[in-house]
């Protein structure tokens, strides 16, 4: 699957790029280009900056999702084609989909008003998980 990803949208389906692919495929949650290293199999080793080119590369061919969070890393999270917004925590960085996208309307009125055509948008709420906050609440 990986590999006809790859070549579908124009990048060379090398080992590596497509154990990057499985991992966040399979993860199903987004990932730190820390975290994604840390996974690749062994005979896929490489260097930090190497998985970092490889992450920005799927993500600008639109195969990953990569947003930025306020925990000053990007996160990449396999693209499954899917419009979703999301709600993260601050602390541990779990993830659940916002059912509806509030900026729709927003898009349609852009667009009306500036003539622009809307190609996408990124939307994420950040706070902290109630599993999070009971866990600061006994420590005070």
């Known amino acids: ?3 006809k990803l790859l070549k579908e949208a124009g990048l060379k389906a090398t080992p590596r790029r497509c154990a990057m692919l499985r991992i966040l495929a399979d993860s199903g949650e987004a990932l730190a280009a820390e975290e994604i290293y840390e996974k690749l199999p062994k005979e896929q080793s490489c260097d ?3 998985v970092y080119r490889a992450l920005n590369s799927m993500a600008e061919h639109h195969l990953l999702h990569k947003s930025p969070h306020q925990d000053g890393r990007i996160y990449y999270q396999f693209n499954r ?3 979703s917004h999301r709600l993260v925590c601050e602390r541990c960085h779990e993830s659940i989909p916002i059912d509806v996208c509030p ?4 898009e349609r009125d852009l667009r009306v008003n500036t003539g622009y055509r809307i190609t996408g948008h990124h939307f ?3 706070g902290v ?3 999070c906050a009971q866990k600061e609440k006994f420590k005070k």
């Open 103 to 106: 900026l729709e309307q927003l």
């Open 124 to 126: 994420e709420i950040s």
């Open 81 to 83: 084609e899917q419009h």
């Open 129 to 131: 998980c109630p599993q």
């Open 48 to 50: 930090l900056s190497t």
């Open 1 to 3: 699957m990986e590999q």
